[in-house]
């Protein structure tokens, strides 16, 4: 395809994607009382071979070819049309994940870190356990797994994709209901956001066994922690000049903005090619930036790009890839069943009662629960790195994501039932 061509197909194909996620999002927020991040994971499957691919299997095909191309030596390559949407989604992703951090309250989390620890560790240990146990269960159980992944590193994959959580969307239903600042609002912030950094570190160990390279889990796990203490140590006191030019120049400027997105997109590039993936690098970014005027005036400039343009790309990109007829025989939706238990009673429930033996009340306890069981975009997110590394087939990456909507569609309903008529403490930081 020309270049004309391929932007002429672009602007149909983001007309479509931002049309059907804001259709879904209207109904989904009027009807079901879910947030936008869960109505566009939904409108993403939609546009995928599970509706339009049923309805209208040639345009879908023509609209989001998923058919590799040939090139001369024979090599097959993703088409052009579905590379650049795959490029703007992780650029939204990006962004998004640096507005998270940029919200995230250190503070806070210094003042509860015991507490925040033993729901961490509940949040990892247990859904790890169990994740481990299924992949063994069903490892010769049907194809699930690529060939060359061996039964170790389908336990570690299945143990890191059911400690995800959903930090993006918790962030976001705390925010939009004013409980980040609570107390409990801080433990979930807290505990999610160690959760999913193991879960990162989990993944580089499988990449690294599926390419037989230990120095892939080695720069993972050692450019990770070297980067949060270089941001930490030194980037955090270095960053506070944002502060200082943004009262020089009476607001945020273009070439303060222009700044700040080279340094994102630096940390970006700089976490994906040791392995722990942009989005971390984004988020850590965020949360070291100083606060007050300038953090207020960033997320003035680029959150409703980001939620309303970008980040949808991604939720499309991801349904593409699921293909809920592959599920097809009653034992598969028996494993989906399984699966699905499992994901819940590993993270859901025992983050409840973690919450609660930390001293949380009853109702406060369910909803970290809640919030922790969901797992949304971070479980897109590695479930699709999973399906292009060669470490999962588009079966269990079909079940998978079914259990990610799920866990994520309860989110929101269980947490208005089990804050209904609770006051709860604001933190006193």
Request: hydrophobic share 55%.
């Amino acid at each position: 395809m020309s270049n004309f061509e391929l932007i002429v197909k672009l602007f149909l194909q983001l007309t479509v994607i931002l049309s059907t996620c804001r259709l879904v999002t209207i109904l989904g927020r009027r009807y079901l009382k879910q947030t936008d991040v869960v109505c566009e994971m939904i409108a993403g499957v939609m546009l995928g071979p599970s509706l339009l691919g049923l309805i209208a299997p040639s345009f879908q095909q023509w609209l989001f070819p998923k058919l590799p191309i040939l090139t001369a030596l024979g090599d097959k390559i993703p088409h052009p049309s579905m590379s650049i949407l795959y490029a703007i989604s992780q650029i939204g992703l990006v962004v998004y994940m640096f507005l998270i951090g940029l919200e995230f309250n250190t503070q806070l989390l210094k003042h509860h870190i015991k507490s925040a620890g033993i729901l961490s560790a509940s949040g990892i240990i247990t859904p790890f356990l169990l994740g481990a146990c299924a992949s063994f269960f069903i490892y010769n159980q049907g194809d699930f797994f690529q060939a060359k992944v061996v039964p170790w590193s389908a336990a570690l994959f299945m143990g890191a994709s059911m400690t995800i959580t959903a930090f993006p969307m918790l962030a976001r239903i705390l925010y939009e209901r004013g409980l980040a600042k609570t107390r409990f609002g801080t433990l979930a912030l807290g505990a999610a956001s160690v959760d999913d950094g193991v879960a990162w570190c989990l993944l580089a160990i499988v990449l690294a066994s599926v390419k037989n390279s230990i120095n892939i889990a080695i720069l993972a796990i050692g450019g990770g922690i070297g980067y949060v203490i270089f941001a930490f140590f030194v980037g955090k006191p270095a960053l506070k000049f944002f502060t200082q030019i943004t009262k020089r120049d009476a607001g945020v400027s273009k070439q303060t903005l222009t700044l700040l997105l080279i340094i994102l997109m630096f940390c970006a590039w700089f976490t994906d090619i040791t392995g722990i993936y942009a989005i971390f690098g984004a988020f850590v970014l965020g949360a070291v930036m100083p606060r007050g005027e300038f953090a207020q005036q960033i997320r003035q400039y680029t959150e409703y790009l980001t939620t309303t343009f970008l980040l949808p790309i991604f939720f499309v990109f991801s349904g593409l890839n699921t293909q809920i007829g592959l599920v097809n025989t009653p034992r598969l939706w028996l494993i989906t069943l399984f699966i699905l238990a499992i994901a819940i009673v590993g993270k859901g429930i025992a983050c409840m009662l973690a919450a609660r033996l930390a001293g949380e009340n009853w109702p406060e306890s369910a909803t970290i629960g809640a919030l922790m069981n969901a797992r949304g975009l971070m479980e897109l997110i590695i479930l699709n790195i999973g399906l292009e590394q060669g470490i999962i087939t588009p079966t269990l990456f079909t079940i998978m994501v079914i259990m990610a909507i799920v866990t994520t569609l309860m989110a929101s309903p269980l947490i208005a039932i089990f804050l209904q008529g609770t006051t709860y403490e604001k933190s006193p930081i």
